[in-house]
């Protein structure tokens, strides 16, 4: 599976972007898949995901900010993020596994197989 991200670009805060992760070689309904961002000098951190079942799960650092859903004619999985915010600015990857997670793993880096190459995204103050 190859994971293609997409849409990043420079913002103002309390702007929004929506973020597009392309798949080739597998469908998106068939995989976990989830968007995880890195902050210059943090660790790779979680930020939504959308599981095999269809249910969105969020960090508590998007939630009622950000929403992940899955574009089934387009074979794409989107972030829309709103009402950006300085502390928002990472590289964001787009992940999958073709792995059902439990719950409990869906935050866990390590529970998937397959990254993208990343998309920057900037939130000037």
């Known amino acids: 599976v190859q994971l293609q991200a997409s849409g990043g670009g420079l913002v103002q805060a309390g702007a929004s972007l929506r973020l597009s992760c392309a798949a080739s070689?597998?469908?998106?309904?068939?995989?976990?898949t989830a968007w995880f961002r890195q902050a210059p000098g943090k660790e790779r951190a979680f930020v939504a995901a959308?599981?095999?079942?269809?249910?969105?799960y969020y960090a508590d650092s998007g939630k009622g900010r950000f929403t992940i859903s899955r574009d089934k004619a387009k074979n794409t999985v989107d972030l829309q993020m709103n009402s950006l915010r300085p502390e928002d600015t990472a590289v964001y990857y787009c992940?999958?596994?073709?792995?059902?997670?439990?719950?409990?793993?869906?935050?866990?880096?390590?529970?998937?197989?397959?990254w993208g190459q990343g998309t920057l995204v900037t939130v000037s103050s």
């Open positions: 992940v999958a596994t073709s792995r059902g997670l439990i719950l409990s793993s869906t935050h866990k880096k390590e529970e998937y197989d397959y």
């Open positions: 070689g597998r469908t998106f309904s068939s995989l976990t």
């Open positions: 959308f599981r095999r079942t269809g249910t969105p």
